[in-house]
Every structure is written in C-alpha cells, then in structure tokens.
C-alpha cells in the first residue's frame, strides 16, 4: 500500500505542495515551473522543484545541472538557492527511460516519499503532459495545496486544458487557477503580436469558474536561459517577464494561504 | 449529490461502516456490501465472470473469515483505500462511491 497524505515524514515540514500541469505537451509547465520556482524563492521562500516528469525530464538541463554518481550524489541537489529532484540526474537518463505506467507511478512515489525535502514554504511539481500514472500517484499520494494549469491561448492547448482540470476536479485537488503561457510577441518595434492567438487561457478560467492567473509572453530569452542552464528569472531578473514571475509568486503565495491545507479525516476502525 | 461533498468522520460501527457527511446525512454500509463493491480492476473483472463453484481459496482467504478492513487511508482528497483481512488492497473507494454503497440512516 502507498502511504498517503499525512504520513510521509519527508513532506512534513514542506507548507505546500503545489503541480503544475497542462494536459498537452510543450505549452513550457518546465519553464514555468523553474522559473515560478526561483520567483518564489526571490520572494524569500524556501523552495523546491521536483520533476515529475520521468520520460522526458527537462530540468536538470534548465538549472544547469547534470547526470551524477546517485552512489555519492546527495538528493535533492541545490542549484539558485532551491532543492531539486529529477530523474534525469541519473547517468543513463539520456539514453532514454523506457518505463511501464506502474515505474513511473513508483517513481513519483518514490521522489515524494524518499527524498528528503527537509524544510520548505513550496515545493513546485512540474508534471508531464497528460492525465496518467504519474498524475494519479500525485494526487493520491502528496497533501497537495492545489494545482496550477498551464496552457497556451490556441484552442488545440485548451482542449487538453480542459482535460488536466477536470481530472484535478475529479480528484478533488484544489485549483489555484489558469496561466496563458506564450500569450503574446512584444518586437523590436514595440507593437505587441499575438503569434498563437489571445485569451484562451482567460476564457478557460472563466467558463471553468478558477481564477486567472494570469498571461506570459514569447520571449527568446526564455529559450536560450533554459538551454543555458539558468532561467531567466535568475538570469535577467530585471526584464518584463522576470517581473511577470515575480508577480506570479505573489498571486500563488496568496493563493496558497487561502487554499489553507485540506484533508480527508481518518476513519476510527 | 453536491459535487464539493466531503465525509466529516468516518467510524467502524458494528459490521460496517458509519459516514457522516458534510450535507447532515449520515450512512451506513456494511463491509461486506462494501467488499462485493471493490472497484478494483481485477474484482471488476471477476464479477463479470459467472460465479465459479470449483474455487478454491487460499489459505489466507481460508483463515480470513467475513471482510473486515485491517487499514484504511486516505488516498489524496478524494478517496479512501482499504486493506482488507484477506491481503486485498488495490480497491480505491471514492468518496462518491462510498457515499452510494451507504445507507442514509439520518
């Protein structure tokens, strides 16, 4: 049996717990996940990240970090200042991880509950894209404070959207709210360009009755921080985006404190 | 059924088990109607299959008696999983579910 909420002594002094899921594929939950990771830690909170994402995990390579000996590696490894735990630290992740849905399950499971996190405000988990195993052993497993949806304003984003909503719905995980991502171009000119549309995100949140959380846009430098190895909240905390993160972090912090911690109760046997 | 329904406290009361929940309604179910409910994949499966005479249990089975839980936890916010006195473990109960095997008995 999987331990749940409430006895996993690696999770007790972590205050929330909070996914970050979209449904669809390579709408950047990693990019946003590492980068509201460090807003939040910039913000003065102690922060984790966990990679959730065991096929394909990303952050090792956005935080500038790579394989390592797991015989002398202590985990979670601390890169700018947050706690971080991937699969992909694992020498032989790069080659591939082939895994039946039920190792991705232990996996996640084994990340929450052997890991440990020691002392956190927030502990950020970037999930892969769609409504399996991996979202399943979360929900069941981890005291989660609730969940963040990320998608982009076109509506092939917005259908899978729907989907990871209402899985948290069904699952009961509260939903802190919707985040556009790639919402908007500003150019060189100054004009702003709505390459994928506008305000699919806002209509999600409104037609589902979740708070928006709000929109980030198209910025190349996203791309070329993450490659690099350290996201552009760190990298260049003064743009227009890092600030959108940092604004972000206080509309989750505040988001956080109302969701409070729920639970279900135990049953007198 | 209110789709924000929550159980308020949970206790074994003689063969089964007493929920009451957040909307004043209090149920009753006992374990075995909770047990025959199991929706596990492979009890789904066997109830689709007609009734075997021949089966023989295992000893654990044997020894186990009428269904009584040995645990139940909490699975996240939205069910519970019980480990019942035969081993068997891999049904989750929604909260949904639990709220129909029961009886309103207020």
Redesign the interface.
């Known amino acids: ?2 331990p ?4 996993i002594p690696t999770l007790e002094g972590v205050r929330h717990i909070i996914a970050v899921g979209s449904g669809k594929g390579g709408v950047g939950k990693s990019t946003v996940s590492a980068n509201l990771a460090l807003a939040l830690h910039m913000h003065g909170q102690r922060v984790g990240l966990m990679d959730a994402d065991i096929y394909g995990p990303s952050m090792p390579m956005m935080m500038g970090l790579g394989p390592v000996d797991p015989q002398i590696a202590s985990f979670p490894i601390e890169k700018y200042g947050l706690k971080i735990m991937s699969l992909g630290f694992l020498p032989d992740a790069g080659k591939g991880v082939l895994l039946r849905g039920p190792m991705v399950a232990k996996w996640v499971a084994t990340f929450l509950t052997q890991i440990n996190w020691g002392e956190l405000d927030y502990l950020i988990i970037d999930l892969p894209p769609g409504t399996g195993d991996a979202q399943l052993t979360l ?4 005291p ?1 404070t609730g969940a963040i949806i990320v998608t982009t304003p076109q509506d092939v984003s917005l259908i899978d959207a729907v989907k990871a909503l209402n899985m948290f719905r ?4 509260p939903i802190l709210g919707v985040i556009e991502n790639m919402s908007y171009f500003v150019g060189d000119d100054g004009k702003r360009y709505e390459i994928f549309r506008h305000g699919g995100g806002l209509k999600l949140a409104a037609e589902s009755g979740v708070r928006f959380l709000g929109n980030l846009p198209i910025d190349p430098r996203v791309v070329e921080c993450g490659d690099a190895g350290e996201p552009i909240v760190s990298k260049f905390s003064d743009s227009p985006i890092a600030k959108l993160y940092l604004e972000l972090a206080t509309v989750i912090m505040d988001a956080s404190a109302k969701a409070g911690k ?8 | 059924m209110a789709s924000d329904l ?7 009361e003689g063969d089964g ?1 007493a929920i009451d929940w957040n909307d004043g309604v209090r149920t009753f179910a006992t374990w075995r109607t909770i047990r025959k409910s199991c929706p596990c994949a492979s009890c789904n499966e066997e109830r689709q299959k007609p009734a075997d005479p021949f089966k023989l249990l295992s000893d654990v089975e044997v020894s186990a008696g009428s269904p009584q ?1 040995a ?11 019980i ?1 019942w006195n035969d081993g068997h ?1 891999t049904g ?1 109960f929604t ?1 949904e579910l639990l709220r129909k095997l029961g009886q309103p008995t207020s």
């Not at chain 1, 069904?170 to 995980?173: N, R």
């Not at chain 2, 929550?6 to 074994?12: E, G, H, I, S």
């Not at chain 2, 645990?71 to 999983?81: E, H, I, P, S």
């Open positions: 049996m999987q749940g909420p409430g006895n929900c069941q497993t981890a989660l069904q699952l009961k995980t729920e639970k279900l109760p135990e049953v007198i046997l | 929550k159980p308020l406290a949970l206790r074994r088990l839980p645990q139940m936890a909490a699975r996240g916010l939205y069910a519970y999983q480990t473990d989750i909260l």
